[in-house]
């Protein structure tokens, strides 16, 4: 099928959030230091592409502490983990690089905050998602998980972002690809938040899932990547148009971002 499409809105902001941006640079700056393997418990954040170039640098993911060799170096993902996770590091005299957002880092604090004040928490998440098996750990007793949406003022920064941009680029499009692993939560929000809006969306890896079917009578085309999505898979999915004779590419710019975290203070002291 001959792909007719003429213009692609890139919208932003798009991809790495901070915490997300901080993880991932926390591996690569661990691995200069203190040089191959590292190990990182968990995948540092929610996207196969990134973590196979992670594991192409020499970094060993790992879903339990107990595949980690004593006394090496381990990395904790971006979504956080429970107390028991520390103490096992602990046990097994691991050096522990610590990769939790700062933001879910507050979280967890609120949380114990509450149960110290003996108040009862209602826990708004997906069960079995690591943020929310870490944050059930700092007070399993007082914590209750419901699934439900929460209010917008609840929401990630970076998470509410993607959102706002990609309901103006679903309005401007026929199509919205939406670049981010099938694990990853808020990409497949950004996908249904598309998809409410009037646009055909797609939620794909990279440009080797895209399929020309997806554009029949399709003009204009979005691209948005979800806060685990490097910009380098939005520039090889911007290709894929490109290589098609797609030479109008925009960026629809909604909300700007300026928010950076300081690496873990273990690979500042290294």
């Known amino acids: ?63 339990e502490l107990g595949e980690v060799p004593s006394g090496a170096t381990v990395i904790l993902s971006a979504h956080g983990v429970a107390p028991e996770v520390y103490a096992q590091a602990r046990a097994r005299e691991l050096r522990v690089v610590d990769a939790t957002c700062p933001l879910v880092t507050k979280v967890h604090n609120e949380a114990k905050k509450f149960a110290r004040d003996g108040y009862h928490i209602v826990l708004i998440g997906h069960e079995g998602h690591e943020e929310v098996v870490g944050t059930m750990g700092e007070a399993p007793a007082s914590i209750t998980l419901i699934i439900q949406g929460p209010p917008r003022e609840d929401i990630c920064y970076a998470t509410q972002n993607r959102q706002t941009a ?57 691209i948005t990547s979800g806060a685990s999505a490097p910009e380098w898979l939005v520039d090889r999915v911007v290709g894929w148009f490109r290589a098609r004779g797609v030479d109008d590419v925009e960026e629809v710019r909604v909300v700007e971002e300026d928010v950076h975290f300081a690496l873990p203070k273990e690979l500042e002291q290294a």
Not at 8 to 29: F, I, N, S, W
Not at 204 to 219: H, K, L, P, S, V
């Open 166 to 222: 990609v309901k103006v680029l679903a309005e401007k499009a026929d199509v919205v690809l939406v670049i981010g692993s099938d694990n990853s939560s808020n990409s497949n929000r950004l996908a249904e938040v598309a998809a409410a809006r009037g646009a055909r969306s797609y939620l794909i890896d990279d440009e080797t899932e895209i399929e020309d079917a997806w554009f029949e009578g399709a003009r204009t085309v979005g």
């Open 1 to 63: 099928m001959v792909v007719n499409v003429e213009r692609v809105l890139l919208a932003a902001p798009r991809g790495y959030c901070a915490g997300v941006d901080r993880a991932v640079e926390t591996v690569e700056r661990a691995l200069q230091s203190f040089g191959a393997p590292i190990y990182v418990r968990k995948q540092i954040v929610h996207n196969l592409p990134v973590v196979r170039d992670l594991e192409s640098k020499g970094a060993i993911f790992v879903e």
